[in-house]
């Protein structure tokens, strides 16, 4: 370094301004205008580096409870409302046909031999389908559950098929025991 | 006695403290903003003072800097980033004045009137006369100078504050410091080159 570069160093060292100078410049600011914030500038802002990680983490949990939600209407469709009817089903083509099955179900031809008691045991049998559908709404009481309703139909179905197999059984049961005891009296 | 080790810790808590108050200031504290001119203020006067060659109309010069640095307090993302940008706006400014000032009457190198003393007996004179030299050079090339000597900046960190080729920033450096070392040779001899 010569003593050139020394020389101009000391000739151009920084210099002080006046005493009031702030107050000066505080005056200037003072008349100005408050300046205006545009809508631009108020994002850009967003996008500055300790906002914008906050700003990046809104939107994604956003993003990802929207995303949640789309797919678990379109795996949950059908929604139980408080009087336990499952409301897809109704609008459902296969609700019908679960319909038909339900009653071929309850239209099983029974032997004639027995008369007045397989009318008894229709009875029974949709006392029991009653008993059964009262319990849905009862656990499902102030709530709304979105099932899917294939898989509620078949449930119903294999439901009803359960009660009527034990109120045949039961009736058949009933029906022996009388047989076995009509020849005791008659002896 | 403080270490390198405190005063690197000195200098880091000196740096988030301007940090501090350069967010405070952008939120409108007055009192943050008050804080950045003092720190700032011999930078950005010296550069208009040194280059103007006139104390009322670096001051008026300095004080636009200021307010438009108020203006733009939004934009100024850290210490390093608002002295550049205060180092930039003031030399283009006083380049600007400068070119708009072209009645100012220009002393030509021919014409800078050569001291009597030996530099060795007064100094001041001597940093007159280098000032002079200086004033006569063209602006472009006065803020280079200006810049490298005030600010003690690197012709890469001049070429980015007066936006143009580093080999412009050198070439005009080169050609200043020979114009500079030639009047001084021939006024003062081989005293101080």
């Known amino acids: 370094m010569s003593r050139l570069d020394d020389e101009l160093r000391m000739a151009f060292r920084r210099e002080q301004p006046p005493v009031d100078f702030t107050d000066r410049v505080f005056a200037k600011v003072a008349r100005q205008p408050a300046p205006r914030v545009r809508w631009w500038q108020?994002?850009?802002?967003?996008?500055?580096?300790?906002?914008f990680?906050?700003?990046?983490?809104?939107?994604?949990?956003?993003?990802?409870?929207?995303?949640?939600?789309?797919?678990y209407a379109r795996l949950h469709?059908?929604?139980?409302?408080?009087?336990?009817?499952?409301?897809?089903?109704?609008?459902n083509p296969h609700a019908s046909e679960t319909a038909k099955d339900a009653g071929s179900l309850q239209a099983v031809p029974a032997p004639e031999a027995p008369?007045?008691?397989?009318?008894?045991?229709?009875?029974?049998?949709?006392?029991?389908?009653?008993?059964?559908?009262?319990?849905?709404?009862?656990?499902?009481?102030?709530m709304k559950r979105v099932v899917n309703p294939e898989a509620e139909a078949a449930k119903e179905k294999v439901m009803l098929a359960l009660h009527i197999t034990s109120?045949?059984?039961?009736?058949?049961?009933?029906?022996?025991?009388?047989?076995?005891?009509?020849?005791?009296?008659?002896r | 006695m403080v270490g390198w080790e405190g005063t690197i810790a000195l200098e880091n808590q000196a740096a988030v403290a301007l940090e501090d108050t350069l967010e405070r200031s952008a939120q409108g504290d007055q009192l943050a903003f008050a804080d950045i001119v003092r720190q700032h203020q011999g930078m950005v006067f010296g550069l208009a003072c040194h280059f103007l060659r006139d104390r009322s109309l670096a001051e008026e010069l300095s004080q636009e800097v200021f307010l438009n640095l108020h203006q733009n307090l939004r934009s100024i993302k850290s210490?390093?980033?608002?002295?550049f940008w205060l180092r930039k706006v003031t030399s283009h400014r006083c380049i600007d004045q400068a070119r708009r000032q072209k009645v100012r009457p220009q002393v030509s190198l021919e014409d800078v009137p050569e001291p009597f003393t030996h530099p060795t007996e007064n100094d001041l004179l001597l940093s007159e006369l280098l000032k002079r030299v200086v004033d006569a050079l063209p602006e472009k090339a006065r803020m280079v100078v200006i810049l490298r000597y005030q600010e003690d900046l690197e012709p890469a960190e001049i070429a980015k504050v007066l936006e143009m080729?580093?080999?412009?920033?050198?070439?005009?450096?080169?050609?200043?410091?020979?114009?500079?070392?030639?009047?001084?040779?021939?006024?003062?001899?081989?005293?101080?080159?």
């Open chain 1, 42 to 51: 108020r994002v850009a802002e967003l996008l500055q580096p300790p906002k």
């Open chain 1, 53 to 71: 990680r906050w700003v990046a983490i809104g939107a994604t949990a956003a993003l990802l409870v929207a995303i949640g939600a789309a797919q």
């Open chain 1, 77 to 91: 469709p059908a929604v139980i409302d408080d009087s336990g009817k499952v409301a897809a089903v109704e609008t």
């Open chain 1, 115 to 142: 008369a007045p008691k397989l009318a008894q045991s229709h009875t029974s049998v949709e006392r029991h389908m009653a008993a059964a559908s009262n319990q849905t709404p009862r656990n499902t009481r102030h």
């Open chain 1, 167 to 186: 109120t045949t059984l039961n009736d058949a049961q009933r029906a022996i025991g009388d047989d076995e005891e009509k020849p005791q009296r008659s």
């Open chain 2, 79 to 83: 210490p390093a980033h608002l002295t």
């Open chain 2, 165 to 193: 080729p580093v080999n412009t920033v050198k070439s005009h450096l080169r050609r200043s410091l020979s114009i500079l070392r030639d009047k001084l040779s021939r006024t003062l001899g081989e005293v101080i080159l």
